[in-house]
C-alpha cells in the first residue's frame, strides 16, 4: 500500500544508465534477445509474442547476477536470474523524467520491446509514510507529466499511473483539500499520454484487500478512466492472482467494462497474515514471485500480467529493511528461492 518508490538509484544515476543502454547494450531490434543482453550477466528478452515487455539487461537485478557469478556464487545468481530475466517497471524519477523516459523507451524500442514506465510523483504522495514527497505542486506536476510524455514521444509503452493516488482519495489518507486537485492533475496526465501515438495508460485502482469496488469506481471516472486503456491492480502488493482477477472484474463492470492489468510480482504465496496489521503490506517476510508477466493470461479482461513492483526492493525501512526503493539482495534471494522454477 505504501512504500511503493521502485527506483534505488537516483534520477541522474539512471539517466547515465539508460544513456549507456542506448549507446551500447541494447543493440539488434529482431525480437531474439540474442543482441540485447548486459555483457556481466548476459540477460536476454523474453519471447515477443507472449511478453511484449523491455527487459532491462542492467538493472539491479542483473547487476547483482553478475555480482554473485564472479564471486563464485553460481547457486545465488541462478536465484536472482529468476528476477533479471523479466521485465519491471521503470520507476520514473522527479528529476530528469524527459531524459529517463527517452532512455528507457529508446531502449526498449532498440529491443523491439515496449517499456513499462511507472509515474509515481503525484503531490502529497503516500500520506507522510515510506515513500513520502512527489511535486511540489501542480504545475510542477503538469510539468513533469509534460516531460515524460516528450521523453516518450511516438515510441511504444505501457504506463502504470500513480500507485496508490486515488485509493488515498477514498481511504481517507490524502486530506480533503487536496482531493479535487488531484482528479484535476490524473485527468490531465490521462489526456496528455493518451495523445501519444503509442502509449496505455492504466489507472491504479488498490487490490482485492482493500475496500470494495464500489467504493473507487467514480473516484476512477472523475480520474480519467473513459480515456485510459484500463486500471492496473495489486500495484507493489501480495494478493493472489485469483483474487485479484475477482476484484478487477467487478470493478471493470462498474467503469464501463475497461480491462485491467495484475501486478503479480511478489504475490506467489499471497498476502502475509502475521505482525502488525497496519504494516503486513511493508516487506513482509515468506513472499514469492508470482505469474512471470505476459498478455496471455486466463481472462479476455485482464491485458497482462506485469511486474510493476521491482521484485528485490525495498517497500521502506521495516522489518530491517533500507529505504524504499533500495535494493535488498538477502530479501530478492528469499523472494527467488520461495517461488518455483
Known amino acids: 500500500m505504501y512504500g511503493m518508490r521502485g527506483a ?9 544508465g539508460v544513456a549507456l543502454l542506448v549507446a ?34 542492467d538493472g539491479s537485478a542483473a547487476r547483482q547476477v553478475a ?17 533479471a530475466e523479466q521485465p519491471t517497471g521503470e520507476w520514473i524519477g522527479p528529476e530528469n523524467p524527459e531524459a529517463e523516459a ?32 512527489g511535486a511540489a505542486d501542480g504545475d510542477a506536476y503538469r510539468g513533469w507529466i509534460d516531460g515524460v510524455a516528450a521523453g516518450i514521444g511516438d515510441r511504444a509503452a505501457t504506463v502504470i499511473l500513480e500507485p ?17 486537485e ?47 486503456d484500463g486500471f492496473a491492480v495489486n500495484v ?28 503479480t510480482s511478489r504475490n506467489g504465496n499471497g498476502p502475509y497474515k502475521g505482525g502488525d496489521e497496519d504494516e503486513r503490506w511493508c516487506n513482509p517476510p515468506g513472499r514469492a514471485l508470482g505469474d512471470t508477466p505476459t498478455t496471455r493470461t486466463a481472462d479476455p479482461l485482464v491485458d ?3 511486474w510493476v513492483k521491482r521484485p528485490g526492493e525495498s517497500d521502506g525501512t521495516c522489518k530491517g529493511g533500507p529505504k524504499a526503493g533500495a535494493w535488498w539482495a538477502s530479501y530478492a534471494l528469499k523472494l527467488a528461492k520461495a517461488s518455483t522454477p
Open 182 to 228: 488531484r482528479y484535476d492533475l490524473l485527468k490531465g496526465a490521462v489526456t496528455k499520454l493518451k495523445s501519444l501515438k503509442n502509449t496505455k495508460v492504466y489507472l491504479d485502482a488498490g487490490n482485492a484487500g482493500w475496500g470494495r469496488p464500489d467504493q473507487i469506481y467514480q473516484p476512477l471516472q472523475w480520474a480519467g478512466i473513459a480515456q485510459a
Open 304 to 306: 497482462a500480467y506485469l
Open 164 to 180: 496508490d493516488a486515488i485509493l488515498h482519495l477514498v481511504d481517507g489518507c490524502t486530506p480533503d483539500e487536496f482531493h479535487e
Open 102 to 133: 527517452k532512455g528507457f523507451t529508446e531502449a526498449a524500442d532498440k529491443a523491439g520491446r515496449t517499456a513499462l514506465l511507472v509515474l509515481y510523483n503525484i503531490p502529497h504522495r503516500d500520506c507522510g509514510q515510506y515513500s513520502q514527497g
Open 236 to 263: 507493489s502488493n501480495f494478493y493472489s492472482t485469483k483474487d485479484s482477477v475477482a476484484y478487477g472484474k467487478e470493478l471493470s463492470a462498474k467503469v464501463g467494462g475497461k480491462h485491467f492489468v495484475i501486478d
Open 24 to 57: 551500447g547494450c541494447s543493440s539488434g531490434g529482431d525480437g531474439d534477445g540474442d543482441k540485447n543482453r548486459d555483457a556481466g550477466a548476459k540477460i536476454t528478452q523474453q519471447p515477443k509474442e507472449s511478453d511484449p515487455f523491455w527487459v532491462n539487461p
Open 67 to 83: 555480482a554473485y557469478e564472479k564471486s563464485g556464487k553460481d547457486g545465488d545468481a541462478e536465484q536472482i536470474r529468476k528476477i
Open 8 to 16: 534505488g538509484m537516483s534520477a541522474s544515476a539512471a539517466v547515465l
